[in-house]
């Protein structure tokens, strides 16, 4: 049972362009969580969908970032005009419920905003 | 979700047994204790969990106080492939569980 997964694990973008980070979750799983690491910190939630909805955007800055979760395909976090501070890790996580169940991460894409 | 304490880092021979302690004094009665750890450039991995009882599986043991305030996942025999850090994080199984506070952890170093 594939895990997981993300892509691309590394990706470098320049000021200004646009950053498309994707995820599939584990088979099985209909929740998908985004959580961003910024160096030498610790994990910090930013977006938890499911299925076409977005359930909870609490920690999602309010410009320039945005995520979806289409009926067909994967999850894709998406950041409008990167700045340096986005450099960070993003990891993607899934569950297959909303409630009573480990929530399983992939192994993250690495943004570096140059 | 409440948060936990642990310390910052911590050492441990291999092959012999490490045992990270957590406090979460404010724990509710449908917080579920769970351990992920991260090692070096990749996502965290599930470890363990339980809510009253000690639980083993093949990665660890847990083992819950009777209050439910403090908890220790064991590793019974350290390998240099346990060096990682390790989060304890309180899982309500009331609510939406999306949204994780990963702390600080602890830094387990493993020396050969």
Not at chain 1, 5 to 26: I, K
Not at chain 1, 76 to 85: F, N
Request: proline share 6%; net charge positive; with cysteine.
């Amino acid at each position: 049972n594939a895990g997981v997964m993300q892509n691309p694990r590394h990706l470098v973008r320049r000021r200004g362009q646009e950053a498309r980070l994707r995820c599939s979750p584990m088979k099985g799983h209909s929740h998908v969580y985004w959580y961003r690491q910024l160096p030498e910190e610790g994990l910090k939630f930013m977006v938890y969908l499911q299925k076409e909805n977005i359930i909870d955007e609490s920690g999602m800055p309010k410009e320039r970032f945005s995520a979806e979760f289409p009926k067909e395909g994967p999850s894709i976090l998406r950041i409008q005009q990167v700045v340096r501070g986005d450099s960070a890790a993003y990891f993607c996580a899934s569950s297959p419920f909303s409630s009573g169940n480990t929530i399983y991460f992939g192994e993250g894409s690495w943004l570096t905003v140059v | 979700d409440a948060k936990t304490t642990q310390p910052n880092s911590m050492e441990s021979n291999e092959e012999e047994p490490v045992h990270l302690p957590c406090n979460h004094s404010t724990i509710s009665g449908t917080d579920y204790i769970h351990w992920y750890r991260q090692l070096p450039s990749q996502g965290p991995e599930y470890v363990i969990h339980g809510l009253t009882s000690n639980v083993n599986n093949r990665m660890a043991s847990l083992a819950i106080a009777e209050d439910r305030k403090s908890s220790t996942l064991i590793l019974h025999r350290a390998t240099l492939r346990d060096a990682a850090v390790y989060y304890c994080i309180l899982m309500n199984y009331g609510g939406s569980q999306g949204n994780l506070i990963f702390g600080k952890g602890t830094k387990l170093s493993v020396k050969p």
